[in-house]
């Protein structure tokens, strides 16, 4: 079974930073396309950043030059470097991997930006 598990939300004032991470487990973690969405009170889930290899990033506009995504293939994880935090970021944060030609999601963490 696959298995994903985020970490490292929390409170932090407006230009702040946080990093979540995220383990996967259940696959092969090198083949999958890894990402990283949110979620606000009252909207839609959208997409924050993906990795589809090593070499492959995507960004959703509102956070380039602000948050990097990474993988470490050897440790099963994937991060999001979060820099300049904004109100507006704030969000219950997914990790997510698409497995053959499905979506596997992790459960969340919950980052505040306080204006």
């Known amino acids: 079974q696959v298995q994903l598990v985020e970490s490292g939300g929390g409170l932090v004032q407006t230009g702040g930073s946080l990093r979540l991470s995220c383990v996967c487990s259940?696959?092969?973690?090198?083949?999958?396309?890894m990402g990283w969405y949110r979620q606000a009170p009252g909207k839609l889930r959208e997409l924050v950043a993906t990795?589809?290899?090593?070499?492959?990033?995507n960004y959703a506009d509102s956070v380039k030059g602000r948050f990097t995504i990474s993988r470490d293939n050897a440790k099963n994880m994937v991060y999001l470097q979060m820099n300049s935090l904004k109100p507006e970021d704030t969000a219950v944060y997914y990790c997510?991997?698409?497995?053959?030609?499905?979506?596997?999601w992790g459960q969340g963490t919950q980052v505040t930006v306080s204006s």
């Open positions: 997510a991997a698409r497995i053959a030609g499905y979506d596997y």
């Open positions: 259940g696959s092969i973690f090198s083949r999958n396309t």
């Open positions: 990795m589809p290899s090593a070499a492959d990033t």
